[in-house]
Nanobody
Framework: VQLQASGGGLVQAGGSLRLSCAAS????????IDWYRQAPGKERELVAT???????NYSDSVKGRFTLSRDAVYRTVHLQMNSLKPEDTAIYYC?????????WGQGTLVTVSS
């Protein structure tokens, strides 16, 4: 399985970005793709995760501001990030599990200026 993350960049506080994660090498309908982030000097944390039933759970820090969606045609998962805050600055990683193995995208940097 390969995951390719994109869409990061520099944005002012209050702005928006949309991250994308393109998946290949697996049956897209059988995998769920999650988003994690790691801020400088901090541990990697879960941002949004989807269940097999199609429900999405968000961390409290992003709930109401971030939205995870799936595009089966393009085998891509998007993370729409609105009302960004400086504390959202981090490297964002997409992740999936296939055949009991963890797969990670390469990470995309999001920087939110105050």
């Amino acid at each position: 399985v390969q995951l390719q993350a994109s869409g990061g960049g520099l944005v002012q506080a209050g702005g928006s970005l949309r991250l994308s994660c393109a998946a290949s090498g697996a049956v897209f309908g059988f995998i769920t793709i999650d988003w994690y982030r790691q801020a400088p000097g901090k541990e990697r944390e879960l941002v949004a995760t989807s269940t097999n039933a199609g429900r999405v759970n968000y961390s409290d820090s992003v709930k109401g501001r971030f939205t995870l969606s799936r595009d089966a045609v393009y085998r891509t998962v998007h993370l729409q990030m609105n009302s960004l805050k400086p504390e959202d600055t981090a490297i964002y990683y997409c992740h999936t599990v296939s055949h009991s193995r963890d797969f990670w995208g390469q990470g995309t940097l999001v920087t939110v200026s105050s």
